[in-house]
């Protein structure tokens, strides 16, 4: 037995959030690549090379941050509720000052069309959003609502 499954048989919530999880990291990657993948032709079509290597790494770069997300999630899974809750708001700050930092890195790089970056990082970021959103409305997952 491996130790997701013993985490699964031990915490009721942990069968959830993976449930959630799968759902949203298969929402997230039929979307996002086919989207990143246009704005990478788009912008290689307008701007040349830097627009294709702008694209390419805000395509990398979001799609890198929506995944890991969804890895915090899955290793979260197993844990109490509020200690996911603390994985997922320290998640998320951490993810967006590794964001400011790659990009601070990436300002003064030549080869590199700085629209073409942030539009494909903004078009992947909202896309995979959306579909995770989307999936996990979809997911059936018991609720308790008290009266």
């Not at 048989?9 to 990657?29: D, F, I």
């Not at 993948?37 to 941050?65: D, R, T």
């Amino acid at each position: 037995m491996s130790e997701t499954e013993t985490q699964e048989q031990e915490n009721p919530h942990a069968k959830v959030v993976l449930q959630a999880a799968r759902a949203m990291t298969k929402a997230s990657l039929l979307v996002t690549p086919p989207a990143v993948l246009v704005c990478i032709v788009l912008f290689s079509i307008l701007n040349g090379m830097p627009g294709f290597w702008g694209s390419l790494v805000g395509g990398v770069l979001a799609m890198l941050a929506s995944l890991s997300t969804l890895g915090m999630m899955r290793f979260s899974a197993g844990q109490d509720p509020m200690f996911v809750m603390v994985i997922a708001l320290g998640g998320y700050v951490v993810k967006v000052v590794l964001l400011f930092g790659a990009l601070t890195l990436l300002k003064g790089v030549t080869a590199l069309h700085p629209m073409s970056l942030g539009i494909t990082m903004i078009v992947a970021i909202l896309l995979a959003a959306a579909a995770e959103f989307a999936a996990f409305r979809k997911t059936k997952i018991p609720t308790i609502i008290p009266s």
